[in-house]
């Protein structure tokens, strides 16, 4: 019996109803590899056992941020290989993180770092070793007194902070925060990107709530790769195309050819001459990022307070906190707008911003890993989170005002 079909549309349609039995076991097979590996991850997400840890500083003496970077460069070492199916895909395992957190509740400043139990003891090895006198102190987790996000009484606002270009490019490092002391050459001057930060939360009213996470995985070498593609175009040079399998062949056999030589490559000269000093200066600044250590990271901000006491100048504050540390020819941050609690003009709106005020809240309370994470070396993360300076005007930031001793060895024991 011969089918007559009136159009192509009709004739489509009958293929797909007639040939299900062919596609449907592969759409079944590709969904259940999905809602399994998300049932893993969830798993192992939900199985790690977290401490959060106070970080109080000495009131004397603030170091350099080169001693958090120090930090950095050591916690790095959780970094693991991860195998592919016995771990990734049966086990959910993913590499281990760290929150570093700036909390501003009532005007008070507190630094924390949140790590795997695991780790701990890696975590106040590296703390006490660049910053002996401080103290690390486990304490209740703070986003736990955080009420659930209720449109008549609270309001939140919530962002994810990305980069600007590729991770490669570097943002704008503590090293250009300082400068010398004109009066004295030994003595530096320390500009703290971090004091309009502390500035701001230091000026929260009774009620109000403003955390930032800094989200950072120790990442391997494959950021380092792909920003040799970014030399090479700063260099003028054009990207190597991929060799075809026949025509490698061919040039392997031509050279195996009596009287056949090789072919030589044609060398080309690097554009460095015709590079302008300030795209010299970009692509110093690009090798340099290269060179260290690196992380998977993001910034999380969130603001909370009640409907009346709601300021919007809190939340100008820490994005214009943000925008020091970007320059126009490297990089910078800036809000990422899928996850922003601000929607544009459109159908739905006050139910979409309802939704991303939630989730943004929950991601904050269960410190997910952000949506977009980008690379940030350990000079780049110290930069971001450090302890500021003592001249930066936080007057409630907890600080240790006595040093601890040891007793005397002569002391009798009764």
Request: aromatic share 12%.
């Amino acid at each position: 019996m011969e089918i007559v079909f009136d159009n192509l549309e009709t004739s489509l349609w009958y293929l797909i109803f007639s040939l299900w039995w062919i596609y449907t076991p592969v759409l079944m097979f590709f969904l259940l590899v999905f809602f399994f590996q998300a049932y893993t991850k969830a798993k192992y997400f939900y199985s790690l056992k977290w401490v959060l840890l106070e970080i109080r500083v000495p009131s004397e003496g603030v170091k350099s941020p080169k001693a958090m970077e120090n930090i950095f460069s050591a916690l790095h070492a959780v970094l693991l290989p991860i195998k592919p199916f016995r771990e990734k895909f049966l086990k959910g395992k993913v590499n281990d993180w760290y929150s570093l957190e700036i909390v501003g509740k009532s005007g008070e400043v507190k630094f924390y770092i949140r790590t795997l139990e695991a780790t701990r003891n890696l975590v106040e090895t590296q703390f006490y070793a660049q910053y002996p006198n401080c103290e690390l102190i486990e304490v209740e987790d703070h986003v736990a007194a955080l009420p659930a996000f209720s449109e008549g009484e609270y309001d939140v606002f919530g962002t994810e902070f990305i980069l600007t270009k590729e991770d490669v490019y570097p943002i704008k490092t503590y090293l250009e925060f300082e400068e010398l002391n004109p009066a004295r050459k030994e003595n530096v001057q320390r500009l703290d990107p971090l004091a309009s930060i502390t500035e701001a939360l230091s000026r929260l009213n009774p009620g109000e709530y403003l955390g930032m996470q800094v989200l950072a995985r120790p990442t391997g070498d494959a950021w380092v790769k792909k920003g040799q593609e970014v030399i090479d175009k700063l260099l003028g040079k054009e990207p190597k195309k991929p060799e075809g399998a026949f025509t490698g062949l061919a040039k392997r056999l031509a050279a195996l050819l009596p009287g056949e030589a090789a072919p030589k490559e044609e060398k080309k000269e690097e554009r460095r001459k015709d590079q302008t000093p300030g795209q010299y200066e970009v692509l110093k600044a690009v090798e340099a990022s290269m060179s260290k250590l690196g992380y998977s990271s993001g910034v999380r901000f969130l603001y909370m307070a009640p409907k009346e006491t709601f300021q919007r100048g809190h939340v100008a504050s820490v994005n214009g906190a943000m925008k020091l540390f970007a320059t126009n020819n490297l990089n910078g941050f800036k809000m990422n707008m899928k996850v922003t609690t601000l929607v544009a003009k459109q159908p739905f709106k006050k139910r979409k911003i309802r939704r991303k005020k939630i989730m943004i809240l929950r991601n904050y309370k269960l410190r997910q890993f952000v949506a977009s994470p980008g690379i940030l070396n350990t000079e780049e993360l110290a930069t971001v989170y450090h302890f500021p300076d003592v001249g930066v005007r936080a007057p409630l930031m907890p600080r240790i005002e006595a040093k601890k001793g040891e007793p005397p060895a002569e002391l009798p024991v009764g």
